[in-house]
């Protein structure tokens, strides 16, 4: 088993069982008389146009940028989508400043097919030590219908912890999966958690 994939299991809801795929069509038709079910269609927005996405690139989610806003700042950008955007991002760390109170907001785009059940998972260590599990359920999102259509998830509040023992570096990796247990993106990256900015 490769390392930390044990820490980015997914939780599983007992009893429950992914249902059985469709094409976007299918579930056009799906029911047309279902009045629940329509607006459930129509609240995933599966009726508005074309799916995006080149049909020779199997990927569904593309996760574009994941971003710490904190109030008062500039928010700190991690663009996943650039060529090369992963290597040596856990050699850069930034710096969150201890106390403070920020959110991640997470932008992807979906393509070809229905996705079902996104999820954020994230693993904190320091010094080897696992200090944090984080678990986001981000939903499920029908596939955009134009390029510069895109979804943007922001997470809960968090506050960084402060004091001297928790000053210091810090190392993550992030995974974003799905229902299927199909991993769209994982990473690693690093953060700092300093006395001030």
């Known amino acids: 088993m490769p390392e930390h994939e044990d820490d980015l299991t997914a939780t599983k809801t007992e ?4 249902g059985e795929k469709k094409t976007i069509n299918e579930y056009a038709e799906l029911d047309k008389d279902d009045e629940a079910l329509n607006r459930w269609k129509a609240s ?6 074309t799916p995006i996405g080149d049909p020779s690139d199997p990927r569904k989610c593309i996760i574009k940028s994941l971003a710490l806003e904190v109030e008062g700042r500039s928010d700190v950008v991690i663009d996943l989508s650039a060529p090369g955007a992963l ?6 760390p930034f710096k969150i400043k201890e106390g403070s109170t920020f959110h991640i907001k997470v932008v992807f785009q979906v ?10 998972l994230q693993v904190v260590k320091r010094k080897g030590v696992r200090v944090s599990k984080d678990e986001e359920m981000l939903g499920s999102y029908a596939p955009n219908t134009t390029d510069k259509q895109v979804y943007e998830k922001k997470f809960a ?3 960084a912890p402060s004091g001297m023992l928790y ?6 990796i992030s995974k974003f999966i ?8 994982q990473f690693e990256w690093s953060f700092d958690i300093a006395k001030d900015w």
Do not use: C, I, M, W
Request: aromatic share 6%; hydrophobic share 25%.
């Open 178 to 185: 799905d229902d299927d247990d199909h991993t769209h993106l």
């Open 111 to 120: 393509h070809h097919e229905v996705l079902s059940g996104l999820k954020y």
């Open 15 to 18: 009893g429950f069982k992914v």
């Open 44 to 49: 995933l927005g599966l009726n508005s146009g």
């Open 167 to 172: 000053r210091g570096h810090y190392n993550a």
């Open 157 to 159: 509040a968090e506050e």
């Open 87 to 92: 290597e040596g991002l856990k050699d850069q």
